[in-house]
């Protein structure tokens, strides 16, 4: 534990791979059903996504704990050239390039959350650059460095309610041996030191460890003298968004990548209705239409580009702009980097709200995906009309409503607490303050009045 468990995550990895290749139709027609008949695609998107973002909430970064990535990554490392990482690495940008492609060329341009055989080369290519990585850097570079599913949740577990924590720093003060961050341990494939760079007793929050546990089997496995209390490391109790009510300002590139992710979550739900979904689609399609864009990747990439890069201008900058109306000397930088917080709370929301709707609506297709795992026949009787799905019965879907509200409302006034945290750090005017409160309004109206459209219009 948990080698042995990510050993069964690199089969059921490899398993949904072989079975999304096995989905190259050549007919486009088939794309919007073929997402949800194919097996593979089916458990990617509408179970183990939905999945890991409820969990990392609640846990925090539990998925980590299990990666098939994580093992392949750190033994090619232990064979590759172990080169210093360069700064541009160290500071976070890499990883935030790496989910611009990914949503800008895959999401948006691939559809590789609808095409089953995207999806199959883009997990591919994870893994290609998980070996490189593994090949090129020192220590286990990919997993704190470059893949953006772990940045993700580990913005998603400040409001974890566990962490992995020491029990006793005093019994870190006295090691003489410190195998949990001794050279010689890490690239051992189990009993290993951290490779993610973190001593720890020095760990406040939950957005950079793995939870691999090698730091805990060292300390009980290599220590020069028998001292009580160790191991010292455990995966322990923190309290509910303890990370985020420390109010610690985000680096610049987590912010851009909060920034790019909050106009994802928006669109990842309005997307789910044909109301909202033209709502969404409105400008980028005007743009389309007025410089005569005829490719679906080209098409693709002006959406993200409006969507995620200059949508999220208006939520973020209306209340910074406000809060100069009233005299504020708070700079820009001081802004984003502190009150982008506020963000996550609603955010996480909205994509836990999401992952339980997206779960449950595609329950009629387990069963025809179990049945046809490439998902081409099954396709193909749906659009013609031999096959029939049974809809989802009605108090399903108000339930999922319901739920989906409570969880909105939750994340608001979460925000709005971080907001009050962040305010006391900056000790602004009373009417300054008032302004920064326009974040959860604004931010989270959207998915409010979202809502209420489904609910009662779409």
């Known amino acids: 534990m948990p080698v042995g468990l990510k050993m069964i995550t690199l089969l059921a990895f490899i398993t949904i791979i072989s079975i999304g290749l096995s989905a190259s139709a050549g007919d486009p027609s088939l794309i919007p059903e073929i997402g949800h008949t194919n097996l ?10 939905p999945l890991i973002i409820i969990v990392s909430i609640f846990f925090g970064r539990i998925w980590c704990m299990v990666c098939p990535v994580e093992p392949i990554t750190s033994f090619f490392a232990r064979y590759g050239f172990r080169m210093k990482r360069p700064k541009w690495l160290l500071s976070g940008w890499a990883i935030t390039v790496f989910y611009m492609l990914i949503l800008f060329i895959g999401i948006e341009g691939f559809e590789i959350d609808h095409n089953p055989y995207y999806m199959s080369l883009y997990m591919l290519a994870i893994l290609f650059v998980a ?7 020192e220590k286990n570079t990919f997993c704190r460095y470059i893949c953006p599913v772990g940045y993700l949740l580990g913005l998603h577990a400040r409001l974890s309610i566990f962490g992995w924590r020491v029990k006793d720093k005093k019994l870190c003060e006295q090691c003489t041996d410190k195998s949990c961050v001794h050279k010689k341990f890490i690239y051992n494939q189990n009993y290993k030191s951290c490779g993610v760079d973190l001593y720890p007793a020095e760990i406040e929050d939950n957005s950079a460890c793995i939870l691999c546990a090698g730091c805990r089997k060292t300390c009980a496995s290599y220590k020069t003298e028998k001292i009580n209390g160790r191991p010292n490391p455990a995966y322990s109790y923190i309290g509910f968004a303890n990370d985020l009510y420390r109010v610690k300002p985000l680096l610049m590139a987590e912010m851009f990548f909060l920034w790019i992710l909050s106009g994802f979550v928006i669109s990842e739900n309005m997307e789910e209705w044909g109301s909202t979904e033209k709502l969404m689609k409105y400008f980028p399609d005007m743009v389309a239409t007025t410089f005569h864009v005829q490719s679906s990747l080209w098409n693709g990439l ?25 005299g504020a000397r708070l700079t820009i930088r001081e802004y984003i980097l502190n009150y982008s917080l506020a963000f996550i709370p609603i955010m996480a929301a909205a994509h836990l ?21 490439s998902g081409i026949f099954a396709a193909q009787n749906i659009i013609g009309g031999q096959l029939i799905l049974q809809n ?6 108000g339930f999922v409503w319901i739920i989906f509200c409570l969880i909105m409302l939750a994340g608001i006034l979460i925000s709005i607490k971080v907001i009050s945290l962040v305010n006391q750090k900056f000790q602004l005017p009373v009417k300054t303050n008032r302004t920064f409160y326009l974040i959860p309004v604004i931010y989270g109206s959207v998915f409010l009045v979202m809502l209420l459209m489904w609910h009662w219009i779409a």
């Open 40 to 49: 593979g695609n089916l458990i990617v998107w509408s179970y183990w996504w």
């Open 131 to 137: 070996v490189l990585s593994g090949l090129l850097f």
């Open 302 to 326: 002006i959406y993200a580009v409006i969507t995620f890069l200059i949508m999220p201008l208006f939520f973020w900058f209306i209340p910074f702009l406000m809060s100069k109306l009233t």
């Open 353 to 373: 709200g999401k992952s339980i709707l997206q779960s449950s609506s595609d329950f009629p297709y387990l069963k025809v995906a179990f049945a046809d795992t």
């Open 392 to 397: 989802n019965p009605a108090w399903l879907n």
